[in-house]
């Protein structure tokens, strides 16, 4: 019987958690991403909140009912639950996890860094949906990552729930809107925003890599496994061959179908 990677998704609240239901259909089987929702004191981009959204007890809880559907590696499908505590304590969160499930685990935040050393991208600009102040916090945590970040632009928005209704237009004039001749790349921090049916058109629209959370999310969690296969309309980041991830003999069983 096949057995697909299946990257498991700590997703907090609602907002464009479809956008993955919606890939794994597209794909037709060929990854899995089972979905829990971890729970949301308030939707709000402040830094309290998100400190709140991505406390210890929340991914615990979720973390919990995850494992119930037998994930090969887990991903904290969120950006700014992550990088608002900073570069070590990002690490944290996911080694946490790790431990308690005995899995590979990363985070949003993570992946950003990791997909664009990945992609040997120099500069990058930031499109991003939070208000300024936390926007700023992912630019820091991004320079903490080794990554040079050349422009950002807020759009001030202050939940995940606004942020989830934007349409392919608004994300394709919001990413325009903050390219720059400086930046090899745009990253597009929020994994409540809707992208992964859009990300031929986004690359298009600057001519130029776009990363965005729920592509780097998934990408980090093939990743975690091994290789990354390309995958067609998945943007540049799933244009390559493997060569900056590291080989394993498991990816490869799952990968062939073939379970471990």
Not at 93 to 113: C, G, K
Not at 138 to 145: K, P
Not at 169 to 186: G, K, P, T, Y
């Amino acid at each position: 019987m096949a057995h697909p990677a299946t990257i498991g998704l700590l997703y907090p609240g609602f907002g464009a958690e479809d956008d993955f239901a919606s890939l794994e259909a597209r794909l037709d089987g060929a990854v899995r991403l089972p979905l829990v929702h971890t729970s949301v004191g308030e939707d709000a981009h402040r830094i309290d909140a998100l400190l709140d959204l991505g406390s210890r007890f929340r991914l615990a809880e979720g973390a919990r009912a995850l494992a119930a559907k037998r994930p090969d590696s887990l991903m904290w499908a969120c950006t700014s639950g992550s990088f608002v505590f900073g570069w070590d304590g990002a690490q944290r969160q996911v080694d946490e996890i790790a431990a308690m499930l005995d899995l590979p685990v990363s985070s949003t935040s993570i992946a950003f860094v990791n997909a664009t050393h990945a992609l040997g991208l120099g500069s990058v600009a930031v499109a991003a949906s939070y208000p300024e102040d936390v926007a700023d916090s992912f630019v820091e945590f991004l320079t903490e990552g080794g990554i040079d970040v050349v422009a950002m632009r807020s759009q001030g928005i202050m939940t995940a729930g606004e942020v989830g209704r934007l349409s392919r237009d608004a994300l394709l004039a919001m990413v325009r809107a903050s390219d720059s001749a400086d930046a090899e790349a745009l990253l597009v921090p929020d994994t409540a925003m809707h992208s992964l049916g859009w990300l031929d058109d986004l690359e298009s629209a600057v001519g130029k890599p776009v990363l965005t959370a729920n592509q780097v999310t998934v990408w980090e969690g093939l990743h975690l496994l091994g290789p990354v296969p390309e995958l067609e309309g998945m943007g540049s980041l799933f244009g390559l061959h493997g060569a900056a991830s590291r080989r394993s003999p498991r990816r490869d069983r799952l990968l062939s179908g073939n379970p471990p």
